[in-house]
């Protein structure tokens, strides 16, 4: 009986040590650096007008393929378009190097993936149109009621939320028992969201409140609608990367540092943030790990 289980452990072993292959090692064989995006979470990630992958995680990825490069010389970069969902276990198989996107870091997925160092700060809040119900306007941008009736809920009031997100679970906590009527529905894309919500599907489009200001500034008509002031979560983003591979996670850490402290990266805040360019880089360096 000795040798089948000796030949099991054997194999068991040589399984874990191909499946826990570092990923410099990984990308030396392929020769590429697979980035994975989603291409609707602009301006992080989305695509231009040709299809190419562009958005301030995507910049930040090409400075880590930069010092990828350094390692692995002749490294050539392949974007891979997928979702949130599928792009947690493409990370998790070793079929991308990097997810770069509006991806939140939590102690739920860092079950299956890591994640770099944060990226970005934001938190979630929602989207409405001025002529939204009430007590949704109440809910999200601290209105003060004009009387009491005006904080009910109405029965039909739906309010949106990206699927796969964990964002669907925070609105159903943030409601709570005092508005039981108001249903939630979920969306394929922010798009989606945004189009019921412009529609009059939705009275309301739930999400992280700096994807919620792109989302407005691209609707049909911006001034007809408000994003919400209050956030009901701290949303830290950062770049997934696979697990137990603590050289990469290094290099990956010290070439966002490198960045984040150079001439360069107020720049690129201000390319897709504009005036809150100043704000954020102290937040992202308050949050930063140094030299």
């Not at 995680?57 to 390692?71: F, H, M, S």
């Amino acid at each position: 009986m000795r040798r089948p289980v000796l030949a099991g452990l054997i194999l068991c072993v040589s399984a874990y040590i191909a499946a826990a292959a570092q990923a410099l090692d990984l990308i030396a064989q392929k020769g590429a650096v697979r980035i994975g995006y989603i291409a609707d979470e602009a301006p992080f990630s989305f695509q231009k007008k040709d299809g190419s992958p562009t958005g301030y995680a995507i910049d930040l990825c090409g400075k880590i393929a930069d010092e990828i490069g350094r390692n692995v010389p002749d490294a050539k970069r392949e974007y891979v378009e997928t979702t949130l969902a599928d792009g947690f276990n493409a990370v998790k198989n070793g079929q991308i190097d990097l997810l770069c996107g509006a991806t939140t870091i939590n102690l739920a997925r860092r079950e299956s993936v890591d994640f770099s160092q944060p990226i970005f700060l934001t938190g979630a809040s929602a989207l409405l149109r001025k002529d939204s119900p009430e007590y949704l306007q109440i809910l999200f941008l601290d209105k003060r009621p004009v009387r009491a009736v005006d904080a009910r809920s109405p029965s039909a009031s739906t309010i949106g939320v990206r699927s796969d997100t964990t964002t669907g679970a925070t609105l159903r906590e943030a409601l709570g028992p005092d508005v039981p009527k108001t249903r939630v529905a979920d969306f394929a894309t922010h798009q989606d969201g945004l189009k019921a919500l412009e529609d009059h599907r939705i009275d309301a489009y739930f999400a992280d409140r700096i994807l919620l200001i792109s989302l407005a500034a691209h609707a049909r008509n911006p001034s007809a609608l408000a994003i919400g002031n209050r956030l009901f979560t701290h949303e830290p983003y950062g770049i997934a990367l696979r697990r137990d591979d603590s050289a990469f996670r290094l290099l990956v850490d010290q070439a966002l540092t490198a960045f984040y402290q150079s001439d360069d990266f107020p720049k690129l805040l201000k390319t897709y943030f504009g005036d809150e360019a100043p704000i954020l880089r102290s937040e992202i360096l308050m949050q930063s790990v140094p030299q």
